[in-house]
């Protein structure tokens, strides 16, 4: 995101659904999403609910995919305009871009315990892809493309923590991990049900399309 000091709780109160920025807080009690009963952020809380017109409605649905893979709207305007001259549909292709970026997929190996700090480790350079250190967090992945954790960088505690907390989670199908060996092969691209199911990307289309 933009301002990464930014209190990134709020932004799961106002989507009004988890979006799981901030790795093993989200998932244990001190969560404040759960805390507040996922009233919206501000002064008046509940208070500002009221009915949202289908403009607020496809806003909303821009906004969380655009948030949970922590991409800025100028990027994320690029990333459809992409999928819309691309082959297949619009919506499924959007998404399958997002999930092959490198640190969706650091992420989604479980090295990181969030996309935001995915994020930094691969700005830090403690990733390779086919051998070669890559520092761009939106890299795009392809299909036979070999993510691995650098050598001197597997001890590292974030690594090593997000290691033990994820290492029970199941990884998409899409993706082959080796765990002893800190590496994922990207298998093929992913299909609709192995990526995320609290977006609805024919709402951001449709945002776009306006």
């Known amino acids: 995101m933009a301002n990464p000091h930014a209190p990134v709780c709020r932004l799961c109160r106002r989507e009004g659904v988890k979006l799981f920025l901030k790795g093993e ?16 952020p501000g002064q008046h809380g509940l208070a500002r609910r009221r009915r949202i017109s289908e403009y607020g409605i496809q806003l909303r649905a ?23 001259h691309g082959k297949g549909v619009t919506g499924t292709v959007l998404l399958q871009m997002l ?13 990181a315990s969030s ?5 930094q480790l691969v700005s830090h350079r403690h990733f390779q892809v086919d051998g070669r250190a890559v520092n761009i967090p939106s890299y795009q ?15 590292l505690e974030p690594i090593r923590r997000s290691v033990e907390f994820r290492g029970g989670q199941a990884v998409p199908s899409w ?30 289309v449709e945002w776009y399309s306006r």
């Open 25 to 40: 807080k989200c998932v244990g009690d001190r969560c404040t999403f759960t805390k507040r009963n996922a009233t919206p």
């Open 62 to 84: 821009k906004q969380r995919g655009r948030r949970i893979y922590g991409v800025l709207e100028t990027q994320f305007q690029n990333y459809f305009d992409d999928a819309s």
């Open 99 to 111: 999930e092959q970026r490198l640190d969706n997929v650091v992420y989604r190996a479980g090295f």
């Open 115 to 119: 996309r935001r700090e995915a994020r």
């Open 141 to 155: 992945l392809r299909t036979g493309q070999v993510v691995q954790v650098r050598e001197r960088s597997r001890e």
């Open 175 to 204: 993706l082959t991990l080796y765990p002893q060996e800190f590496r994922v092969d990207v298998s093929r691209h992913p299909e609709r049900g192995e990526m995320e199911t609290s977006i609805d990307e024919q709402l951001i």
